[in-house]
T-cell receptor, first 115, second 114 residues
Framework: AQSVTQLGSHVSVSEGALVLLRCNYS??????LFWYVQYPNQGLQLLLK??????LVKGINGFEAEFKKSETSFHLTKPSAHMSDAAEYFC?????????????FGQGTELSVKP | NAGVTQTPKFRVLKTGQSMTLLCAQD?????MYWYRQDPGMGLRLIHY???????AKGEVPDGYNVSRLKKQNFLLGLESAAPSQTSVYFC?????????????FGPGTRLTVL
């Protein structure tokens, strides 16, 4: 079975500060991991995904995430926050082989950026 | 390409009423999904389809039915709406059955059941 836990339902940073959103996973099969972003009143947009090619994954808008198997983590970072980064972020793990590619989502982390 | 579209964007129902949500994709994707999003719970899978004419239950299927008569469309039905079904509903599609493939999401339907 797979599950995802996002630590912190709400994170607030100042503009220009480091963004760190935490995600831990549990998976009985090799995990494939995703970060999605949801801007207010919009659908989800893929930020980046880990598919075992490289442990450090770079995504759009300057975000990146590092897969750490020993820590079962896939934390999302951005060196310098921008006001436009304010949104809700979801970590997800892909279901096992016979589950039709379904995604199992974490609870979400709302990021606020202060001027 | 329009990507994934959802109809309607907003809807208010009374308890016991029925309705159908339509999801359409123009990317020729095989896989389609219906999720619901509730505060503090992330997105949970309701039903999904691995191809035209097929459907399968997800994590929270009770109270919902689905149909995939055409490859590009995936319908979600509520036969007798309940207040617990107040939520934001998202449709997604995916090109292939691989676990690494990206799901593309629609803009959502905000449903309120009074």
């Amino acid at each position: 079975a797979q599950s995802v836990t996002q630590l912190g339902s709400h994170v607030s940073v100042s503009e220009g500060a480091l963004v760190l959103l935490r995600c831990n996973y549990s998976s009985s099969v090799p995990p494939y991991l995703f970060w999605y972003v949801q801007y207010p009143n919009q659908g989800l947009q893929l930020l980046l995904k880990y598919t075992s090619a490289a442990t450090l994954v770079k995504g759009i808008n300057g975000f990146e995430a590092e897969f750490k198997k020993s820590e079962t983590s896939f934390h999302l970072t951005k060196p310098s926050a921008h006001m436009s980064d304010a949104a809700e972020y979801f970590c997800a793990v892909s279901g096992s082989y016979n589950q039709g590619g379904k995604l199992i989502f974490g609870q979400g982390t709302e990021l606020s950026v202060k001027p | 390409n329009a990507g994934v579209t959802q109809t309607p964007k907003f809807r208010v129902l009374k308890t016991g009423q029925s309705m159908t949500l339509l999801c359409a994709q123009d990317m020729n994707h095989e896989y389609m999904y219906w999720y619901r999003q509730d505060p503090g719970m992330g997105l949970r899978l309701i039903h999904y389809s691995v191809g035209e004419g097929t459907t399968a239950k997800g994590e929270v299927p009770d109270g919902y039915n689905v149909s995939r008569l055409k490859k590009q469309n995936f319908l979600l039905g509520l036969e007798s709406a309940a207040p617990s079904q107040t939520s934001v509903y998202f449709c997604a599609s995916c090109s292939a059955p691989g676990r690494t493939d990206t799901q593309y999401f629609g803009p959502g339907t905000r449903l309120t059941v009074l």
